[in-house]
């Protein structure tokens, strides 16, 4: 049977059909293609995140971004890797470069409260406090019941409202946040002893920490409101920041230069050993690094651990700031220099710094004691006894 010529109108629309059919098998063959490879992609970044290869990750997804926009486990990752990435860089100390990535996290996905916080941690940490405390709020918004959350908030809060009015000077290794009430003579020689603090306990240490160093002097009002969770007893304290009273500097210079000296060696300490620095240890550093203004009294140490007794090593290991006693604080704090006095002994400063890193890497302190000084714990409490003995004539510690 013959069929019937095809007209040129039905000649057309066949032709047509054809075309549509072509690019519509095109389209669902490309398709497919750039599914398998986003997913390729996708996968790579994850094992290379995994593995802290951070750039690497970011990468891959990108370019998985870019065949997808609309991608949301894509999307959702790009915003992780860059939170961890950030998260890396903060605890690094590179907070410049945290916060460039925690900003673009929060691009990629608007409603994850720990890319907040984090956000604000890096912040605060510049003492830029009001962006410190938008993002708080907003993670608290999105989820109220992360751990330490509002206690940081209440925290940032209190300090952004203390310290709305202060004035910043900058010098090359600190920012020095000061209340308007502080006389501009004290702030120069502030400045004067914090860098030659720095330049000091680099030289102890062999360490000179990357970023700016926070250092906020307080009139003695404002210094009472910040002391809210701090024994009463501190003459100024360090929590990440150095925090200073200034009517302390009604006392005599060289004392002001020992606390200066003393708060900013609490911050070398816990960099160095990424916050585990145990208290016993960071002040017993600290007071050791007074020393760099004025020698310890020897008959102040024989003093009052004869008059109070002496203080066994394994009773050091406790956190100072949950008694009471200055007197009880003031043996600890001396027994302390005694015990870093006997390390710097043993191991020189090279030793010290070494006990601080492995502290920082997470080695307990009984192995760290160990591995760098060469006893452990009980032979190194009767080398420090007789150290004691030898050096400050005290008897009486069996």
Not at 184 to 210: Q, W
Not at 298 to 320: A, C, H, N, Q
Not at 378 to 394: P, T, V
Request: one cysteine or more; proline letters at 3%; aromatic letters at 14%.
């Amino acid at each position: 049977m013959l069929s019937k010529p095809l007209s040129k109108v039905e000649f057309i629309f066949m032709k047509k059909t054809l075309v549509l059919g072509i690019l519509c098998l095109f389209f669902w063959g490309n398709s497919f293609s750039s599914d398998e490879t986003i997913y390729r992609y996708n996968e790579s970044a994850l094992k290379k995140l995994q593995k802290g290869e951070f750039q690497s990750a970011i990468n891959d997804l990108k370019a998985a971004h870019s065949l997808d926009p609309y991608n949301k486990k894509v999307t959702e990752n790009l915003a992780v890797v860059y939170n961890n990435y950030g998260f890396y860089l903060l605890n690094k100390g590179q907070i410049d470069q945290a916060l460039e990535k925690f900003e673009r996290a929060i691009n990629y996905e608007q409603n994850n409260p720990y890319m907040y916080y984090n956000l604000a941690k890096a912040y605060y940490e510049i003492q830029n406090m009001e962006k410190a405390k938008l993002n708080l709020e907003k993670a608290y918004k999105l989820n109220p019941e992360i751990k330490g959350l509002k206690s940081f908030l209440a925290k940032v809060t209190r300090e952004t409202s203390l310290e709305r009015e202060f004035d910043i000077l900058e010098t090359m290794h600190f920012i020095v946040s000061y209340s308007l009430g502080v006389e501009v003579h004290n702030m120069s020689y502030i400045r004067t002893y914090l860098e030659e603090a720095y330049g000091r306990l680099g030289m102890f240490l062999d360490y000179y920490p990357k970023n700016k160093i926070i250092a906020l002097i307080y009139s003695e009002e404002e210094y009472k409101a910040i002391l809210k969770n701090q024994p009463y007893w501190t003459m100024a304290f360090y929590d990440g920041k150095v925090r200073i009273p200034a009517h302390k500097f009604s006392y005599s210079e060289r004392d002001v230069v020992k606390i200066i000296y003393h708060e900013y060696a609490h911050s070398v300490t816990q960099s160095l050993a990424k916050g585990k620095c145990p208290s016993w240890l960071s002040e017993g550093i600290s007071c050791r690094v007074e020393e760099f203004v004025e020698a310890k009294d020897k008959s102040l140490v024989k003093d009052y651990i004869e008059g109070l007794g002496f203080v066994p090593l394994r009773y050091l290991f406790t956190d100072f700031s949950k008694i009471s006693d200055i007197k009880q604080v003031r043996l600890l704090y001396l027994e302390s220099l005694t015990v870093v006095e006997y390390i710097l002994s043993k191991v020189g400063s090279g030793g010290l710094r070494n006990i601080l890193v492995a502290l920082g890497d997470g080695m307990p302190i009984n192995v760290v004691f160990e591995k760098i000084i060469g006893e452990d714990l009980f032979s190194f409490e009767q080398g420090w006894k007789n150290f004691l003995r030898s050096n400050y004539s005290i008897n009486n510690i069996d």
